[in-house]
């Protein structure tokens, strides 16, 4: 299926995307996965996570601000998707900061992911190389953490995207990236974690390497237009949004994406 049919799909299902993802993230992920055609559930109690997991189209799992309640409802939610074959993605924000942020994120890795979404650093670290993160942001460049995601990859069978100024996307064997977006994106806080929401949204409705295409293509395309109109990150995330909202399947296929 190709990047402009899987949006077409994603129009057309509305998905339910079950997003457990942290407290500075929460208002734009969830406006993000509205803009671009899906519906964000925000649950995270450990008490309901089992029951509404098997409901959703995909579970979205970010560990930006962890606590012990919120980890259970994490594995929870993992186990749960993982047994009633509902596609997740799990986003390992700054696991390599604490003992107990890599104990959650490989703890969490085992539960076997449709995707993995992080920074260069992020993956390096989770591949079990030494990265040069500084807490949540990337010291490496995406291009350093090639080698790293396709070894994660093959050892994990999930699809690991490197995202950056250019982003890296690879299930083991097949490789490829997109360029685009903008300088203004890093400057507005939690977008990342918002992009994870959007993979889990495409998810929903196709294959894992073809919804982090999708993903990819679609938030870079909005970044870039939004980047043509605005003044600074302020009116730049509301153009963003519109421009998310905008886009037409038409768009995501003008070669961005490049098959390595």
């Known amino acids: 299926m190709t990047p ?39 649950l995270h109690a450990p008490q309901e996570v089992a029951e509404f997991v098997p409901m959703a189209g995909a579970l979205t799992i970010n560990i930006g601000t962890l606590s012990d309640t919120w980890v259970e409802a994490m594995m929870i939610a993992a186990q749960t998707a993982q047994a009633r074959s509902v596609p997740w993605v799990l986003d390992p924000v700054a696991h390599f900061v604490t003992t107990y942020r890599a104990h959650v994120a490989k703890d969490l890795l085992a539960q076997r992911p449709s995707i993995v979404r992080g920074n260069a650093s992020e993956i390096i670290a989770l591949a079990g190389g030494d990265g040069a993160g500084k807490g949540a942001d990337s010291g490496d460049s995406v291009t350093d953490a090639q080698a790293s995601a396709i070894d994660l990859a093959s050892r994990t069978g999930c699809v690991v995207a490197v995202t950056g100024p250019v982003d890296f996307a690879t299930d083991g064997q097949r490789h490829f990236t997109v360029r685009g977006g903008s300088d203004l994106m890093p400057k507005v806080t939690a977008l990342g974690c918002s992009l994870t929401a959007l993979v889990g949204a495409y998810a929903a409705v196709t294959s894992p390497l073809e919804a982090t295409a999708a993903a990819l293509l679609h938030f870079s395309e909005a970044g870039e237009r939004a980047a043509r109109s605005c003044q600074g990150p302020g009116s730049f995330t509301a153009a963003f949004l519109d421009q998310l909202h905008a886009l037409h399947p038409d768009d995501l296929d003008d070669g961005r994406m490049i098959w390595l």
Do not use: E, F, R
Request: charged residues 5%; contains cysteine; hydrophobic residues 50%.
């Open 4 to 42: 402009g049919k899987t949006l077409q799909s994603l129009h057309a299902q509305v998905p339910l995307v079950h997003c457990i993802t942290n407290y500075v993230a929460m208002n734009i992920a969830a406006n993000v996965t509205l803009a671009a055609g899906a519906s964000p559930a925000m």
